[in-house]
């Protein structure tokens, strides 16, 4: 340090490389030769080494590298990394001793250096009286002693001791890298948590924190330096020069920071140690703003004294203006303010510490838009950057909503009823401030359209700078990618001939950029784990972002419950999606067709929704059949082995088929069908039955879902066969497989969409979301879907209306019992949200809570996760665990379920080994059985809810209107006054049948298969057959031969006779025309 800080911060670096590997090699994940960049994500992502640890870390790589590449040799610089390398000494010695409570007393600072400043020779003989005040005169004699005798070795002693200490330091790697291998998953789940208590406790002083904000600041675009770039040391702000110059004068003290965009000032900043309410501090820069002196000119340019001894220019106006300021030659100037009594519009306060929702008023770095009053100050993750604070200082939200309220919807695209208010629901949120905004809309009904329209408007009106529309998949990339080029807004204009895109793959932003397209998995990649040279986006990089599909995929992110917070680290529990989200200053706007509980905690309750069942009362969508259940003697009976009978099995690690003899009567039920048995005959009948409905040569496609790869491919041999024993001979593209290791997916994908081939498509879950295909007209499901989301968004690729191939209904194949299968919605809140806590982990942590509230959280939890394991135990392990427990299994569940959470407490503290066990995993993948058993159709069957039969349908039909002809005014009219039936009366008595579970198209099965009379009635029609007794015509039969009548009473003038016609037309689409109808569709 004294003699060489450069060989200092490069010494800094190994120590700090070093030390991770140690860490590493504490929990089994040392890597020889591996690059500390690449080590230090690593032991992030597994929650070892996060916030303050890891950018102490991250400082020592990082200029341990400037130092190593560029000479850098500060002296200022190397004193900071010895006091981070001290405080990631102090947290190593405690996680790996845990010792939480240990002392280690106050900083030795080091020989003065030869090149000296002021600021450094203040900091070192203040660490000097830190150290004089804690240590007695002896121990500063000894210290003395030992650095004379250090400056004394000699370089090659120094190299002979390096090389011995780094052969001797690999060799202590190994050796716990070895010990930890050995260790069982629990032990190094508890010494992770000892490394996230420990990193808790870190805390540099001041200074330090104020140079670790120095930093980040310089990432956002910032020169930052707080004891050099000081108004005391004479800086000022600068033309073309973006400067935070720090202790900046004002009325009410000094502000830790100004920031000027050049000669601009534009916010302040109240800088703080960790240990403060940082929420708090945002008052103090408020206070800041207000007294900020900004230099104002009069006629004669008179100039007065500040307080704080600088000369300010004085007089009447603002300058206002850069070429006012240049006149005037003052130092700054401020423009658009004053903001009521605010001089600088924006203002910050942090503490160096990372963003916690927890811990929220005490962490991240809090912002304030002080020009409006309605403006909530917020925690943001990162820093904005110069020119972003100048891009929003431009934006006027008021005149946006103002323009919004005016912008009209005249656009090419021709936005329905229901999307126009979406979108008039959100920009009503907008204008309330909200920043999280969902909106549910079903499957087909023009999710894209809708965000499309909304983010024309948005930016036209300039109420966004740039949006971020967020995909999961590469391929829902693509399709939004073509939505923004084909979709024509205004005056035959594409959004992507207005507004400038950059498409998934393109990279960072341009100045011009308006619209991003990209996944979520390439924004994680880009913020969290970027290559050295690369820039992180800042905070203002996005305004807005939307986010399509955003039930889809992502773990369940949340915020931790108070009692959760005293024992669990957050990143448990918040997925890189959120982190994704969470990194920029932007509204965010959910689109989903299935709200799941991660998505309106995320985005809060919908604004808006709009039903699958609207839409197909509405017309939009498509509507499907009663379900056809396809009924196996297999599915029905399941597969059975007795005892002693020869098991064929298949083993995934070796590849091999072996035999076994079965020690018991073993009973595969249809759920675990293609799972945990390979069953050639229950997929060969079902595809033969599935050849019976679906002919290829036809225009319509299927989709069908599939356990897994294997089974795919199982189904897409078995199906070709069966549709060449059907129909003679099948094309070989007829059926393809389209699934995440297919060839080329992206390609299947478009072929599937656009092209005659394939007809049939098998998939896994690579198309159970967000695909667009209208053709689809029959979904098949061969595996079971145990969530109801999920199983709504695979019946979505076939609500899409199909004009082309006169699409009227889609079918259902159901060959596993899905609908039983399938636990209501209301059920479906897990309360383990994480399967990766062990049940040791959570065993632990109720030993160690005493809260009553936090035990019973536990307690529920680990109930939750014993429910959800014990049916899938092994019978070996199994047993052990009734031996430990000394009752069965299903004994031990209920005795917990009822025990209190004390007495869970002291059960399991007595049985401690019962935890590791329920963790204990049997190893690899597991055997998979080979069934040769003989299967065969049994029957196959429609459901219409809890009547089996169609008469029975019917009959339930008849009865229920009965019971409610004099309950529902509209049965009423449509009985005995049908002329006065209004579309609102109809909609809404279609909603209340749905409800009933009486659909129009179940009601045209239910007629079609008793009578083997295919009719196509209304559901009008219906009502009046069952009511009255009526004959059932299909109703476009008789709007023609009522239209036909009308043309045939008197002869019409042409013109007459085509608005008749229309009429006819319109009739056909909305049942009813009223003097509303008469304002859309044909008439419009």
């Not at 018991?664 to 595809?687: L, Y």
Request: glycine share 4%; hydrophobic share 40%.
């Amino acid at each position: 340090f004294a003699d060489d800080p450069n060989t200092c911060l490069i010494k800094l670096r190994q120590f700090g490389e070093l030390l991770a590997q140690l860490v590493a090699a504490s929990v089994g994940m040392y890597v020889y030769d591996e690059r500390q960049v690449d080590l230090l994500r690593r032991l992030r992502d597994k929650n070892i080494v996060v916030g303050k640890v890891y950018r102490l870390f991250d400082e020592l790589r990082f200029v341990g590298n400037k130092a190593n590449h560029e000479l850098e040799d500060d002296s200022r610089t190397a004193l900071s990394n010895l006091k981070y390398a001290r405080e990631l000494g102090i947290w190593f010695h405690k996680y790996t001793t845990k010792q939480r409570n240990f002392e280690p007393g106050a900083f030795v600072p080091p020989p003065n250096p030869k090149q000296e400043t002021r600021a450094l020779k203040e900091e070192l003989d203040k660490l000097r009286e830190e150290l004089n005040a804690s240590r007695s005169a002896a121990e500063l004699a000894q210290i003395q002693a030992q650095q004379e005798a250090q400056l004394r070795v000699s370089a090659e002693e120094l190299a002979n001791v390096a090389e011995a200490a780094k052969v001797e330091a690999l060799n202590h790697l190994a050796t716990i890298q070895r010990l930890a291998e050995t260790q069982s998953p629990q032990v190094i789940q508890e010494t992770i948590q000892e490394a996230q208590i420990a990193g808790d406790k870190v805390d540099i002083d001041e200074r330090e924190t104020r140079r670790l904000i120095d930093a980040q600041l310089r990432e956002a675009g910032w020169e930052a330096d707080s004891e050099n770039f000081t108004y005391a040391n004479g800086t000022r702000p600068k033309n073309n020069k973006n400067m935070a110059i720090a202790e900046f004068p004002t009325k009410n003290g000094r502000a830790d920071y100004a920031l000027f965009a050049g000669l601009q000032i534009i916010a302040v900043v109240e800088a703080k140690r960790r240990s403060k309410d940082v929420a708090a501090d945002i008052e103090q820069a408020k206070r800041y703003s207000r007294g900020f002196k900004i230099p104002v000119i009069s006629g004669a340019g008179s100039r007065e004294q500040g307080a704080g001894g600088e000369e300010i220019i004085s007089g009447m106006e603002p300058v206002g203006s850069k070429e006012n300021a240049k006149a005037t030659q003052i130092e700054y100037f401020s423009a658009g303010g004053p903001w009521r009594e605010f001089k600088v519009p924006f203002v910050f306060a942090t503490n160096g510490r990372d963003f916690l929702q927890q811990l929220r008023t005490k962490s991240g770095i809090w912002f304030c838009d002080l020009r409006r009053s309605q403006n909530l100050s917020r925690p943001l993750t990162t820093w904005y950057s110069p020119q972003g604070l100048l891009d929003l200082l431009q934006q006027d939200m008021d005149l946006a909503h103002q323009k919004l309220q005016q912008e009209g919807f005249n656009y090419n695209l021709e936005l329905r009823e229901y999307q126009i208010k979406a979108i008039e629901e959100i920009e009503a949120k907008l204008s309330e401030d909200i920043r999280s905004i969902l909106v549910a809309m079903a499957t087909g009904t023009g999710k894209t359209k809708t965000c499309i329209a909304l983010v024309y408007r948005l930016l036209k009106t300039k109420r966004f700078r740039r949006v971020l529309f967020l995909v999961d998949r590469s391929a829902l990339g693509e399709q939004a990618v073509n939505a923004f080029k084909d979709t024509r807004m205004e005056n035959l204009q594409t959004f992507a001939d207005i507004f400038d895109i950059k498409e998934p793959g393109e990279g960072a932003p341009d100045r011009d950029t308006k619209v991003q397209i990209a996944t979520v998995q390439s924004f994680v990649k880009r913020l969290f784990y970027p290559s050295d040279d690369a820039t992180i986006p800042t905070a203002d990089t996005y305004d807005c972002i939307v986010v399509d599909e955003c039930h889809r995929g992502y773990l369940l992110d949340r915020e931790l419950s108070e009692t959760e917070l005293t024992f669990r680290d957050y990143n448990d529990y918040i997925s890189k999606y959120r982190r994704v989200l969470d990194h920029f200053d932007a509204v965010k706007i959910g689109l989903t067709a299935t709200p799941a509980l991660h998505t309106t905690e995320i985005f809060g309750d919908p604004v808006y929704t709009y039903s699958y069942r609207q839409a197909v009362i509405e017309g939009w969508l498509i509507d499907h059949e009663p379900p056809i259940r396809i009924i196996t003697k297999l599915s029905e009976s399941g597969i059975s082995w007795q005892a002693g009978e020869e098991m064929e099995y298949f083993d995934p690690m070796t590849g091999e088929v072996d035999l076994v003899h079965a020690p018991d009567e073993v009973t595969i039920e249809i759920e675990q069908f293609n799972k945990q048995v390979v069953t050639i005959e229950f997929n060969r009948v079902v595809c033969e039955a599935l050849a019976s409905e679906i002919d290829p040569s036809m225009p319509e496609k299927t989709l069908i879902f599939c356990v897994s790869n294997d089974h795919a491919d199982i189904v897409v041999d078995q199906l070709k066969q069966a549709l060449e024993k059907e129909y003679g001979s099948v094309d070989d593209d007829a059926v393809i497989k389209i699934t995440g290791n297919a060839d080329n997916p992206l390609q299947l994908i478009r072929r599937f969409k656009n092209e005659a081939n394939p007809k049939i498509a098998v998939t896994v879950d690579l198309l159970t979301t967000g695909i667009d295909v209208p053709p689809i007209c029959n979904l098949v499901f061969i595996r079971r879907v145990n969530s109801r989301i999920l199983y709504e968004q695979m019946l979505g690729r076939a609500t899409r209306r199909c004009d082309d191939i006169n699409k009227e209904v889609f079918r259902i194949f159901d060959t596993v019992d899905l609908y039983n299968a399938i636990a209501p919605f209301n059920q479906m809140k897990p309360v383990v949200v994480d399967p990766k806590i062990t049940f040791t982990q959570l065993v632990d942590e109720l030993d160690k809570v005493s809260d009553a509230a936090a035990s019973q959280l536990i307690v529920d939890q680990l109930l939750a996760k014993l429910q959800r394991k014990h049916h899938s135990i092994s019978d070996t392990n199994s047993q052990n665990i009734e031996t430990a427990a000394g009752m069965p299994l299903d004994d031990m569940v209920e005795h917990l379920r009822q025990a209190s959470p004390e007495e869970v407490k002291q059960w399991f503290a007595q049985r401690k080994a019962i935890a590791q066990m329920l963790d204990a995993k049997d190893g690899g993948r597991q055997p998979i059985l080979i069934s040769r058993h003989n299967d065969e159709v049994i029957s196959i069957e429609r459901g219409y809810g809890n009547a089996e039969q169609p008469e029975d349908y019917l009959d339930n039909f008849q009865k229920f209107l009965r019971e409610n002809i004099n309950k529902i005014p509209a049965l009423m009219v449509v009985t005995q006054r049908p002329r006065d039936l209004t579309r609102a009366q109809l909609k809404e008595l279609r909603l209340l049948l749905d409800q009933a579970g009486y659909k129009e198209t179940y009601l045209q099965s239910a007629w079609r298969h008793l009578t083997n009379e295919d009719i196509a009635a209304s559901i009008i029609g219906f009502i009046r057959q069952a009511s009255i007794g009526d004959a059932l015509v299909p109703y476009s039969q008789r709007v023609d031969k009522a239209i036909n009548k009308i043309l045939a009473a008197q002869n019409w003038t042409t013109p007459q006779r085509k608005w008749l016609e229309r009429i006819g037309k319109q009739l056909k689409v909305e049942t009813v025309v009223d003097k509303e109808a008469f304002n859309i569709g044909e008439f419009k």
